[in-house]
């Protein structure tokens, strides 16, 4: 039996977890997996020293390519996929564009919510959504780092996504 579904752009807009999105080509639909990978519990941020619109880095998850593993959290000030906190507007990334690893260290666009544009090719990434992208060369989302909060704490538990550089998210 096949473990994998396919959905469609707002099932996968609507969905947290393992997420699966369709690259179309023309005639041909790939079916491309967001695998959710765990990594160890790790506390990143205070709950209470966000301010919105302001990104905070840190380095998650602790293991390989650490120069790759660059990420921000920033409080969206509006509901976000896979957002945490009492508004669900708290979302972390990684740095690195997934078209060719471009950084994408003081990009954020605090009107549009989003990432970008990527200085090698110019892709802007929805942080709204799952990092989805808006523009540019790019094919699959910004990775996504998935948060718990427990009490003023927020922890890092896992990655939604490949980080650039990477072979496998397994
Ligand atoms: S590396 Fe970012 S768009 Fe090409």
Not at 16 to 28: D, F
Not at 44 to 52: E, V
Not at 94 to 114: D, I, R, S, V, W
Not at 144 to 158: C, F, K, R, S
Request: net charge neutral; charged share 20%.
């Amino acid at each position: 039996m096949k473990d994998k579904i396919c959905l469609n752009r707002r099932q996968f807009l609507l969905t947290g977890g393992t997420a699966i999105i369709l690259s179309t080509l023309p005639g041909i639909a790939t079916p491309i997996s967001l695998e959710k990978k765990d990594y160890p519990k790790k506390k990143i941020a205070t709950l209470s020293l966000l301010k919105q619109d302001e990104p905070v880095n840190f380095q998650y998850p602790p293991e390989a390519h650490p120069e790759l593993c660059s990420n921000f959290i920033v409080k969206l000030g509006e509901i976000a996929g896979g957002g945490v906190g009492s508004h669900q507007d708290i979302v972390a990334f990684n740095y690195f564009c997934t078209h060719m690893g471009g950084p994408l260290q003081g990009q954020y666009k605090k009107e549009h919510k989003a990432i970008g544009p990527c200085p090698f090719h110019l892709t802007t990434f929805d942080l709204t959504r799952h990092g989805m992208v808006i523009a540019g060369h790019a094919t699959e989302s910004l990775p996504q780092i998935v948060l718990e909060v427990e009490g003023n704490d927020i922890y890092a538990t896992g990655v939604m996504g490949l980080i650039y550089g990477h072979h496998t998210n397994r």
